[in-house]
């Protein structure tokens, strides 16, 4: 997967100007929310985009830290109906909306995708926010698979949280992390820096999200975003807290 996903990052590179240095802010937002989880593998093990530069290189332009942890781990969500919930002893955790996207997968679609003004994500994130009645603006913690770091900005952009190759500056200046970004992404740490779940520990954190028991707590979370997949089979909806 790696030297799959650098050749997409190449193209990225190329045609928008994007920097490896880009993609460690990506790596420095979920390490930065791991310190503050006691759970999360790299919890009291620090990084800055100097250490993310310094990393060693696995398959270029991706550096140790621009790839996800293997760890061993299990989790689960309970879904039922929203009536049953009301009832029940935690907070219930609504969803909004939901999609799936498939196609073929290999590298080569990988990269021309780069390029291609729709892909599963573009389709999905069409009906995504038309279906839960809001927009973008509303969104206020974000949950992207974060398999390998340059598929988190490409993810950005194919969800329409902002436009082709505008990744690299939208996750700049500690947009990413909480409390004081203004989009805090994937707060426990992610795959990068809590474990690989699959993503599911990131599904996990946005219901503690909206109902307020999250370390990194956003404060009024209302809206949370939530993709699995990017560049491969896509999945992504939006949930909302208890009304």
């Excluded at 991706?62 to 989790?75: H, I, K, P, Q, W």
């Excluded at 955790?93 to 003004?117: C, K, Q, T």
């Excluded at 500056?169 to 994937?186: H, K, S, Y």
Aim: glycine share 10%.
């Amino acid at each position: 997967p790696a030297q799959m996903v650098a050749l997409a990052a190449q193209r990225h590179m190329h045609l928008y100007g994007t920097e490896s240095k880009h993609f460690g802010e990506v790596a420095v937002a979920c390490r930065h929310h791991a310190n503050l989880n006691p759970d999360a593998t790299m919890y009291r093990r620090p990084m800055t985009i100097e250490d993310h530069q310094n990393s060693r290189m696995i398959t270029t332009p991706l550096r140790l830290y621009d790839c996800c942890l293997e760890t061993d781990g299990g989790a689960a969500v309970v879904v039922t109906r929203s009536d049953r919930a009301r009832d029940l002893r935690q907070r219930p955790v609504y969803i909004a909306s939901g999609g799936l996207g498939g196609g073929p997968w290999n590298h080569r679609f990988m990269v021309r995708d780069i390029e291609s003004p729709k892909t599963e994500a573009t389709i999905i994130a069409e009906r995504l926010f038309t279906d839960a009645g809001i927009t973008h603006a509303d969104i206020d913690v974000i949950f992207v698979y974060d398999h390998f770091t340059p598929l988190v900005l490409m993810a950005l952009e194919e969800f329409g949280f902002c436009e082709r190759g505008e990744g690299k500056d939208f996750v700049g200046g500690g947009r990413l992390r909480w409390p004081d970004g203004e989009l805090p992404l994937n707060t426990s740490g992610g795959n990068l820096s809590e474990g690989y779940i699959h993503g599911m520990q990131n599904t996990i954190e946005a219901v503690r999200q909206l109902r307020g028991t999250a370390r990194c707590q956003v404060s009024d979370a209302k809206h949370v975003f939530v993709s699995a997949g990017n560049a491969v089979p896509t999945s992504a909806m939006i949930l909302k807290g208890a009304i």
